[in-house]
């Protein structure tokens, strides 16, 4: 299995907690966040994984070098800000497979890979991955019929939902169906817009799901996540 790893974020909003270090390298339990996702991606299957940066990359690149964990390392290094699409767009060229596991840098998610691999084998369609939630306002929420993507809601709805939860299993020639802008954010830009040009399955996932983005929830990965580093 290969995986790219969208870690190219400047982190604003986890800034006045930690301030010196891209959001990947936050120290969750004594060790970079980074770390955390990448033994979880060895411990999986993962054998290669393109890591898209940008803000502080040296720190990034200078930590983990071209090996870590069993899992082969390549960089996709932006000069100036792509967002998430953009940024995207540049690693799918380097994967090697026809398929990738996309994931967004900033959450840990104890995905069900084999059952993940196995729709992908049945339907061949891209895949967003969707996590119940018991209040979905600040993230927004996926709207479904059966297990296709109809669309989104915007943040700000509360209540019990679906959510996105920043994984993807995508065919690699998917950058065909994406903005001819260069820089442009894969959510805001690409997946609304998706489900009429670019029919996404939606796969449900009951892992362990946190996203470290605000400072509430990176202190709550502190202990929620401390298991995996003992």
Known sequence: MEAIVL?????????????????????????PFLQILLSSLAAKGCTRAILSLGYLAHRIQNHFGPRFGGIDLAYEIESTP??????????LVRCEADHVLVLNGDSYLDLEID????????????????REVEDTCRYGRLVTAGDRLVGFTEKGVPGHGLINAGHYL????IARHFPAAEAFSLE??????APA???????TTHGQFIDIGVPEDYLRAQSELLPLCQ
């Not at 870690?7 to 060790?31: I, S």
């Not at 995508?170 to 020639?173: A, E, G, M, T």
């Not at 805001?188 to 817009?193: A, G, I, Q, S, T």
């Not at 040009?197 to 796969?203: K, L, N, R, S, Y």
């Open 197 to 203: 040009a670019c029919p996404f399955e939606v796969f």
């Open 82 to 91: 792509l967002g998430t699409g953009g940024a995207l767009r540049r690693a």
């Open 115 to 130: 059952d993940l691999q196995s729709r992908w084998r049945q339907c061949r369609h891209p895949i967003i991955v969707a």
């Open 170 to 173: 995508l065919p690699r020639d």
């Open 7 to 31: 870690a190219g974020g400047l982190g604003t909003r986890l800034r006045c907690t930690v301030p010196d270090l891209p959001k990947v390298m936050a120290p969750v339990c004594g060790r």
């Open 188 to 193: 805001r830009d690409f997946l609304v817009k």
